[in-house]
């Protein structure tokens, strides 16, 4: 008995130490990904090239990682300085709000640009689309905001600190409550599942499109730059849709074994450290998307490349 109590005390003062350090760690990682996403936000403000509506997507895109990104920084601050109860449970609440917010409107941007490259390369002449493709752009944008906010809108209530460790972010109540595992899975598959398989589904008709369609007069024995030209652009479409799916998954995952099991964050943490850092790290990966995402944007398109560098080195020329 003696020996249980006192591994269990020692899960629990381990698992303090690497959530307190690693979130004073990953301060200056996510500060590095807000600073690079106001930048290039920066660029795309101020080039005339950015105008199309794909490129005004990538902007609200980059918008919500810039804002993701703050309140990692923030929230991971935080994390250091001492709170009561209440305070705690308001933090992760207003924290944890505005994260989920700002996920979900990435995670809709990405459904919404792989729409619109749909129609662009796979439907081009569809007349309803070309008409009304501003209007719908506005509409999917209003529709993006208030179902993002709309899932958390029934999280959160829920989600709160506890009395042992007020900073650690959790949802206490968990297995007091059968509505709270079902409104956490209905999250999941309206946040991550639904998403992540169209995107999926529209990137498989594009680049299927891509390899089966010859243009009118044109023999299916492309030249050769145009046949790099398509296999470049499929490798985009599955290397984004891929960073996206594998760095999401595992918080998703960890949250829906919370759902299934029913246990709380600090129940795991004092049941099985390897569990619990599992989790924290999942959620860290997931906002880590935001330091991501730039670098891919400057490797696979070249505009945001040529442009990115172009005010980087004017700016360096000015400071010089």
Not at 190 to 218: D, E, F, T
Not at 248 to 268: D, E, N, Y
């Amino acid at each position: 008995m003696n020996n249980s109590t006192y591994e269990n005390n020692r899960t629990i003062d381990m698992g303090s130490v690497i959530y307190y350090y690693t979130s004073i760690a990953l301060v200056p990682l996510f500060a590095f990904a807000f600073i690079l996403n106001v930048f290039l936000l920066y660029v795309l403000l101020q080039e005339k090239v950015f105008q199309s509506i794909t490129y005004k997507l990538i902007r609200i895109s980059v918008i919500s990682d810039t804002m993701s990104s703050l309140t990692a920084v923030i929230g991971y601050s935080l994390v250091a300085q001492d709170f009561s109860y209440q305070s705690g449970k308001l933090l992760c609440q207003i924290i944890f709000n505005l994260a989920f917010t700002f996920n979900g409107i990435s995670m809709n941007n990405l459904c919404l640009i792989a729409m619109d490259r749909y129609f662009a390369i796979v439907k081009p002449l569809s007349r309803f689309h070309r008409r009304y493709r501003r209007r719908i752009f506005f509409i999917e944008q209003i529709a993006s905001w208030l179902l993002s906010i709309f899932y958390n809108l029934f999280l959160v209530p829920y989600i709160g600190g506890t009395p042992e460790d007020p900073t650690l972010c959790d949802v206490p109540e968990i297995d007091r409550y059968i509505a709270i595992p079902i409104i956490i899975i209905m999250f999941c598959i309206m946040q991550y599942i639904l998403p992540c398989s169209l995107i999926a589904n529209i990137y498989w008709r594009i680049i299927y499109h891509q390899k089966h369609y010859v243009r009118p007069g044109q023999n299916s024995r492309q030249p050769q730059e145009q046949e790099l030209k398509k296999k470049k652009f499929i490798k985009i479409l599955i290397t984004i849709t891929l960073w996206y799916v594998l760095t999401t998954w595992p918080f998703f995952a960890g949250i829906t074994g919370m759902a299934v099991t029913r246990q709380s964050v600090l129940a795991i943490r004092k049941r099985n450290l390897a569990e619990f850092l599992f989790l924290f790290y999942s959620l860290g990966t997931s906002i880590g998307i935001t330091l991501i995402n730039p670098f891919i944007y400057l490797k696979f398109d070249s505009n945001i490349r040529t442009k990115f560098f172009d005010v980087l080195l004017r700016k360096n020329k000015q400071g010089n």
